[in-house]
Nanobody
Framework: QVQLVESGGGLVQAGGSLRLSCAASGGTFSSYAMGWFRQAPGKEREFVAAISRSGGSTNYADSVKGRFTISRDNAKNTLYLQMNSLKPEDTAVYYC????????????????WGQGTQVTVSS
C-alpha cells in the first residue's frame, strides 16, 4: 500500500509561485510513474502533469505548459510541482497520484492518491 502526502499549497497572488511536494511511503518510489491532478469546485478532476519512473519523460496539460515543472527525487521518495506565473484559474485542490507502469494522463490510470492540498490564486 502506497501512501502519498501533499504539501506546499496556500494562497498566492496572480503572477506568483508555489512549489508543491508529494512525499511517498509504503512502496518502491522509483517503480512508479507519478502525476499531478487538480480539481476546482464544481469541476471534474483534471490532469496537470506526469513524470516517468526515472524522471526522464514528462507530460503537461496545455493549460500549464511553460509555467509548471514536474520533477522527482527518487532518493527522497518525493515528487514536486513548481508552479510559476500562477493565474486565478489555477485555483484548485491539487492531488498527486502514482501508478505502476509507464507515464499516463488519465485519472483512472492511477492506483493511489493523496488527500490533496489547496492552492488559491487571488487576482
Amino acid at each position: 500500500q502506497v501512501q502519498l502526502v501533499e504539501s506546499g499549497g496556500g494562497l498566492v497572488q496572480a503572477g506568483g509561485s508555489l512549489r508543491l511536494s508529494c512525499a511517498a511511503s509504503g512502496g518502491t518510489f522509483s517503480s512508479y510513474a507519478m502525476g499531478w491532478f487538480r480539481q476546482a469546485p464544481g469541476k471534474e478532476r483534471e490532469f496537470v502533469a506526469a513524470i516517468s519512473r526515472s524522471g526522464g519523460s514528462t507530460n503537461y496539460a496545455d493549460s500549464v505548459k511553460g509555467r509548471f515543472t514536474i520533477s522527482r527525487d527518487n532518493a527522497k521518495n518525493t515528487l514536486y510541482l513548481q508552479m510559476n506565473s500562477l493565474k486565478p484559474e489555477d485555483t484548485a485542490v491539487y492531488y498527486c497520484a502514482t501508478r505502476r507502469g509507464p507515464i499516463a494522463m488519465r485519472t483512472y490510470d492511477y492506483d493511489y492518491w493523496g488527500q490533496g492540498t489547496q492552492v488559491t490564486v487571488s487576482s
